[in-house]
């Protein structure tokens, strides 16, 4: 059975998917609006054994596996594989949690534009066409440095979709969208990773913001399970406003963040984070860095 999000950004959507008698929610993130829509579902679970190629070894569980490129998608095989992309986030997550998980990354070509969770593979699978898309988006937008930025939305969809695989192997309880729970997680690593982490949130915030553009006002479903584009852009820049207000005033513009939604900022970073540590305790492989106690 398919939840299919409808008109807008939709780089998230969720799958029910049924494995013999026992129901699994699968969340997939692509990049979609109008134009272009992006939603699959995630595959099957493939019975054949993987060659995971790195980062195997931490205490998540998370792997890392390259498959092949077709000719038009090797430019994003080769930014994944020189960046590390995938290897630097199951390296930061194996090494922070020691957990009962298994998470395989996989990046190949998949004939459409997505990230997916797929909970009975246990995999994430990393679409090199996603990868290409997010670069075109802003490149044509005009944005500087946007192999940076690209990196930085591939980031932050990574520990998106882990989010999906942690509530789900874990059982963890939370309440709210599991959307945007997903979303407070990928903030709730990012931030405390310094300039290149808020770098990669404001990336996405504005990937998120780009594709609501595109949508424009009719393209918004409310009744879809995700938050609407520019409101999960405005999510990312108030967690990144109050997790250091005077560092980002700026972000404050009174567009894509208004300065009545500023002023709970800093208690909406605390209690994501709060929560995911709380969440997070049973599991922590050491002591965290970088997070207020
Ligand atoms: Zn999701």
Redesign the pocket.
């Known amino acids: 059975m398919w939840i299919t999000s409808g008109p807008g950004r939709a780089r998230?959507l969720?799958v029910l998917a049924l494995a013999a008698a026992m129901a699994a929610t699968a969340?997939a993130?692509g990049t979609g609006g109008p134009a272009r829509s992006r939603e699959r579902a995630a595959e099957p679970s493939s019975a054949s054994p993987s060659s995971p190629s790195a980062s195997r070894g931490g205490g998540a569980g998370l792997s890392v596996e390259y498959r092949h490129a077709g000719e038009g998608e090797r430019w994003a095989r080769d930014f994944l594989r020189d960046r590390k992309l995938p290897q630097e986030v199951a390296r930061h997550l194996n090494g922070q949690l020691d957990a009962p998980t298994a998470v395989r990354l996989r990046a190949r070509s998949c004939g459409s534009s997505d990230i997916s969770y797929d909970p009975v593979g246990k995999r994430v699978d990393v679409c090199y066409e996603f990868v290409d898309e997010v670069r075109a988006m802003f490149a044509d937008a005009g944005r500087t440095d946007v192999e940076e930025r690209t990196a930085g939305v591939v980031r932050e969809t990574l520990y998106?979709?882990v989010a999906?695989a942690l509530l789900g192997q874990l059982d963890l309880p939370y309440v709210g969208r599991e959307?945007d729970v997903?979303d407070q997680f990928a903030a709730y690593e990012l931030l405390p990773q310094g300039r290149r982490g808020s770098a990669a949130l404001l990336a996405a915030a504005d990937n998120y913001a780009l594709y609501a553009e595109e949508a424009g006002p009719d393209g918004v479903d409310l009744s879809g399970e995700h938050t609407p584009d520019a409101a999960r852009s405005a999510n990312y820049r108030c967690y990144l406003y109050g997790s250091a207000p005077a560092t980002h005033e700026r972000l404050v513009d009174g567009t894509h963040l208004s300065e009545d939604r500023a002023e709970l900022c800093v208690d909406e970073y605390g209690d994501l984070e709060r929560g995911w540590k709380k969440l997070l305790a049973p599991y922590a492989a050491g002591k965290r860095t970088g997070h207020r106690s």
Request: hydrophobic share 10%; net charge negative; aromatic share 0%.
């Open positions: 998230d969720c969340c993130t998106h979709e999906h959307e997903a």
